[in-house]
Nanobody
Framework: QVQLVESGGGSVQAGGSLQLSCSASGQRASHMGWFRHAPGKEREGVGSIDSTRVTTYADSVKDRFIIWKDNAKNILYLQMNSLKPEDTAIYYC???????????????????WGQGTQVTVSS
């Protein structure tokens, strides 16, 4: 079992920045990701870090968002810059065990999920 707890959500004006954190506990996750769910839309993959620590981003956030993991603290981060109103959503951290590489932006890849944190970007 992997337990995930997100933090760092909030409200910000367009063009601003926010940093989300996902603290993982329990068994060690080998790959992790960030997803978001906006009202009326399907859950969308934002970015991921695979078992070789390679990161992947959705085209909609590439060059604006950065993912990294502090392995010593077992915390996954999402730095969000140049935020837009369309980034408004509930953001979820996801994780799973077992070796996995590549573009990990499909929700079904992950078996463990956090409770989500709201990010609201106003224009």
């Amino acid at each position: 079992q992997v337990q995930l707890v997100e933090s760092g959500g909030g409200s910000v004006q367009a063009g601003g920045s926010l940093q989300l954190s996902c603290s993982a506990s329990g068994q060690r996750a080998s790959h992790m990701g960030w997803f978001r769910h906006a009202p009326g839309k399907e859950r969308e993959g934002v970015g991921s870090i695979d078992s070789t620590r390679v990161t992947t981003y959705a085209d909609s956030v590439k060059d604006r968002f950065i993912i990294w993991k502090d392995n010593a603290k077992n915390i996954l981060y999402l730095q969000m810059n140049s935020l837009k109103p369309e980034d408004t959503a509930i953001y979820y951290c996801a994780a799973d065990r077992g070796w996995r590489t590549g573009r990990l932006l499909t929700p079904s890849i992950f078996g463990y999920w956090g409770q989500g944190t709201q990010v609201t970007v106003s224009s």
